[in-house]
C-alpha cells in the first residue's frame, strides 16, 4: 500500500528489529486502551444520555477492588515495557568487545570521521556489513546528537568528553545521519549519510583514495613531537607513570580513590593534568590545552590504547 | 430575570467603573479578568509563531524564512506558550476567580499579593515581549548550555530575565492558594468535601512553590554565564552542560505537571455536572492529584536518556516514570466511570471534557513510549515527542481550559453565549487538532527530528497534512474569541446556576457580588451532590432563587 | 459576625484566622526560597565532588577571620531580631525600636565586611572572568568555585539587603506605634526571614571558607 509516506524507517541493524518489536507492543497496548476508553465514553455518553429535565441518577461513591484492578493491570503492563526497554537500553549502550572503532568529531554544523587505518571522512561514514562499528565522539563546541534512524540509535555528543555509540548494520546501503540536539542555526543541515557496504567494497574503500598514516602512526608522532615520551617514556620513569597496558585498567590515585583508564580518563590526563594525579607521583605535567586538536586527541588515544602490545612485545625479547 | 434588573443589581463588574478601579483591584475576580485578558493574547502570539513554523514546514526547503529566523521562532514560540500560557491559564485565571468560591471564602488570603502577581506576569511579559522585538532568542525554550551561555548571538539574557520575573508571578499564585486552601475554608467545608478542582489546583500550587525557584537560579546562572563569562556549564573552563539540563529538567518536568493539573479539576467539574452524578473514587482521584505532584519531582531524568546521564540513572528514571503514569491512568477510568450510569448531557464544556479525556488518553499512552528506553534512544528529540506533548498540552490543557471557560463564563459575566457555535468550535477543535499532531508520530518515528527547518523529502506528505490540520485548528480557536466577546452584550442573561450544578459559586448570583457570599456558606455536604435537589443543600439559610 | 479589628483585613473572619494565614505564607515563601538557594548547593555540590582539591586551594584564598566575625554578626542580629519580637509582644515599644535597630546596624555591618571581602578578592584577580588569575593547573575549577562563591554570597547579600529594607520599614511603623501585643504579625513575620537568610549563611560559610582546612 503505497501512502505516499513511509509509516517505518528502513530496519537496517541488528537492533533495529528488536526495537520495533517492542513498538508494536506498546502500540497494540496503546490501541486497545485509547480504543476501549473511546468506546466506553461513547456507549455511556449515547446510553445514558440525559431524557428529561429532572433525571437525577443514583449516587456511585466508587469501588474499591475496580481501583485496585485498574491500577495492578497498568502497573503489570508498564512494568513489561520497563523491563523489557532497559533490556535494549543496555545492549544499546554495551558494545561488543571486537567492534569497529571509528572517532568522530562534531562541530557547527558539520560531522568529521577518522576510521582506524587514518580514512577521514566529511558527513559520511562507510561502515561495513555484519560488523560492530563503534563510534568515539566528541564536540568541539556545543552539544549535537548523532541520531540514525535506519539503527534505531542515538547518542548525544558532549564538548569537553567522549559519548560513544554502536551498532551493526544487517544491510548494505545509505541511510540518513541526523544531528539530533539543536546546535544553532544550520543544525538542520548538519546531516550525513551512512554507507554501508559489503566487506570486501568496505576494505576496497579503505585502501582507496588517500592513503594517510593510521590513528595509531599518527597518534605516535604527535606523542614523539610533544614530548611525551621524555615522561611516559618505555616503562615509565620517576616523573610519569608508564602507559602500557594503561587501557582499561584500573589506576590508582592520590587520596586513595580509584578510577578506571578510559578515553575520557586519558582525554582529561592529557588537558588538565593536575586533576587526577596517580598515586606515587608528583603533579607535573604540564596542560595541552590548546596544543592538541579533538582529533589529534583521539588519535593519541589510539595511540596510548595500542601501547599493550608493544610493552608486551618489548618484555618478552 | 430581564437585563436591565441585572444592571440594576450591584456585582463586582459593576461596583465601580474606570481603569484605575480595574488596574488596582483587589478583587481576586477581576484579576483573574486581567490574567484572562493577558494570557489569551500570549496566547494569539504564540499561535502566531506557530503558524509560521508550520507554514515553512509546508516544503523541505527552507523558503518562507532563514534558518536562523526559524530558529527564533520556534524558540519563542515555546517560551511564549509555555511561560505565558499554559502555566498561568488555568490557575491564573479560573483558579482565581473560583478558588475562593468554591471553598466559601470572601476572597484569596493575599489579595494585593494576588494583584501584584498580575503585574509581575506583565513585566516578564515585557521583558520577553522586547527580547522578541529586539530580534528574539533562538536557543530552543530549553536554553541548552553551552549554545545557550556562550555560543548563541541572541537576545538570551533578556529573555531568561523575562521568564525569571515572570517564575514569581507562578509563585505569589500557588502560595496564595495553597495558604486559602489551608485557612480559609468555610465551616463545614472539610478537607474531603472539597471539589476536586481545589484538589488539583492545591497539588498544583506545592509543584508552583517547590519547583520554580529552581529554575529561576538556574536561569539566573545561565544569564551571569553570559554576561561574566563565569564558566559553571562552560567544558572549555571545567563546567559541566549536562548539570544544566537536570537543573533545568529538574523544575521543567514538574511544570508539565503544572500545566495539566488544572485541567484535570476542571474537567472532575465538568463530567459530574454533565453527568448529573458524583466523581466515581472521589478520594482516589484526590491523592492521585498528590500523587502525580510529588512522584512528578522525581523523573526529570528521563529529557536525558541520551544525555550522557549513566545507564543506571536512565534505568531508574524510566521506572519512575511509569509510575508517575499510573495515577493519570486511574483518573481517566475514573472519570469514564463518572459517566456510567449517568444523565449526560451534551453542551460544550462536556464536549471539551470528553475530548480532554481521549486526547490525554492517547497523549498520557504515547508517554509510555517515551518512558521505555529502548524506544526513547530512537524517539528523542523527534517529531513523536512534540506531538506526545502537544496531545496532553493542547488535546489535554487547552481543552480543559477552553471547557472551563465556557462553563463559568455564566457565572463570570451573566451571560450565556451561544450554545451552538460552541459546540461547533469544540468539534472543529477536536478535528484540527488529531490532523495536526497524529501526523507527527509516524514523523517522528520515521525519523524526522526536531527544530528542523529543512527537511528531507520523504517527511513533505505528513506536513503538509500536519500544516492542514493547524489551518482548521486556528479557526477553531477563533471562533470562541468571537462568540465569547459577542455574547459579553448580545448573550442571554444567565441565572444563578444555568447549569444545574453543584458546588458553592453556582449559590451566588451571576455575576457574583464583589464579597461573593451575601452570608458565610454553612457546608453540610460533600461536593457533587447531584442526587440531591438544589434546594435540599443551599447552605444559604433561604431558598435558592435564580 | 466576628467583630472586625482595625488591623483586620476585611476578607478574614477574626484576626486569628488572618494570623495563621500569614503565619503560612511566610513559610511557604520560605519553602521557595529553600529551592531557590538549593539550586546553587546543588551546583556547587557537583563541582566541588569532581574538584575538591582545586575547590580546596581556592577556599584558602577566602578570609577566615572576616568571615568567622561576620557569622558572629549575623548571630547576634538573629538574637537581637528575637529580642525584637518578644519586646513587640509584650508591649514594650522602646525595646523594640530599639532591637530593630540594632538588627539593623548589625546586618549593615556585615554588608560593610562582605564587601569589603569582594574589594579584596577584586585586588587579589580572583573575580571570574578575564581578570582572574590562579595557579595554572588549578585555574579553571578555581575560576568555577569562585563563581558559586560570588553568585551563592551574592544572592545571599541581596536577601541581606531586602532584610534590612524591611526592618528599616518595621522601625518607621514601631515608632508610630503601630504594633502592640494585640498585633505585632509584620515583627514576627520579618523575624523569621531574617532567621532564614541567617541560617542560609550558616551553610554558606564551613561549605566556602573552611572547605580548605581540613586537607
Known sequence: MNLGFPLFPEQASTMAARVDALFYFLVAVTVFFAALIFFMIVVFAVKYRRRSEDERPRPIEGNFWLEILWSAIPLGLTMVMFVWGAIIYFDIYNPPNDALEISIVGRQWMWKAQHAEGQREINELHVPVGQAVKLTMTSEDVIHDVFLPAFRVKQDVLPGRYTTLWFQATKAGEYPLFCSQYCGTQHSGMVGRVVVLEPAEFEKWLSGGATGLSMIDQGASLFKRFGCETCHGAGGTSQGPSLAGLFGKTVKLQGGTTVTADENYIRESILDPRAKIVAGYQPIMPTFKGLVSEEGLLQLIAYIKSLEGAERKAAQK | MNVSEVERREHYLNVNYGIRSWLLTTDHKRIAWLYLLSVTLFFFIGGFFATLIRLELLTPQGDLVQAETYNKLFTMHGVTMIFFFLIPSIPAVLGNFLVPMMIGARDLAFPRLNLASWYIFILGGAFTVMAAAAGGVDTGWTFYTPYSSIYSNTHVVLTVVGIFVTGFSSILTGLNFIVTIHKMRAPGMTWFRLPLFIWAHYATSIIFVLGTPVIAITLVLVALERIFRLGIFDPALGGDPVLFQHLF???????????????????????????????????????????????????????????????????????????????SAIKVFNWTATLYKGSISYDAPMLYALGFIGLFTIGGLTGLFLATLGIDVHVHDTYFVIAHFHYIMVGGSVMGYLGGIHFWWPKMTGRRYPEGWARLAALIIFIGFNLTFFPQFVLGYIGMPRRYHVYPPEFQVLNVMSTAGASILAVGYLLPLTYLIWSLRYGTVAGRNPWGARGLEWETPSPPPTENFERTPIVTEGAYAYEKAPEEISTLGRPAHV | MSKVEPFQAHHFDDVEQQHEASWLGMWVFLATEVMFFGGMFAGYFVYRHWYLQAFAAASNHLDVLLGGINTAVLICSSFTVALAVHSAETDRRKPLIAFL???????????????????????EHLVPGSSFSFEASLARPAEIFFSFYFAMTGMHALHMIIGIGLMTALLFQARRGRFSSFYYTPVELTGLYWHFVDIVWIFLFPLLYLLGRHL
Request: glycine share 8%.
Open chain 2, 249 to 327: 529538567w529538574f523544575y521543567s518536568h514538574p511544570a508539565v505537571y503544572i500545566m495539566v493539573l488544572p485541567a484535570m479539576g476542571v474537567v472532575s467539574e465538568l463530567i459530574a455536572c454533565f453527568s448529573r452524578k458524583r466523581v466515581f473514587g472521589y478520594s482516589v482521584v484526590a491523592f492521585a492529584s498528590l500523587g502525580i505532584a510529588v512522584i512528578g519531582f522525581l523523573v526529570w531524568g528521563h529529557h536525558m536518556f541520551v544525555s550522557g546521564q549513566s545507564v543506571h540513572a536512565g534505568m531508574i528514571f524510566s521506572l519512575l516514570s511509569f509510575l508517575v503514569a499510573i495515577p
Open chain 3, 101 to 123: 535597630l540594632l538588627t539593623i546596624v548589625l546586618g549593615l555591618a556585615f554588608l560593610g565586611i562582605k564587601f569589603y571581602e569582594y574589594h579584596t578578592k577584586f585586588e
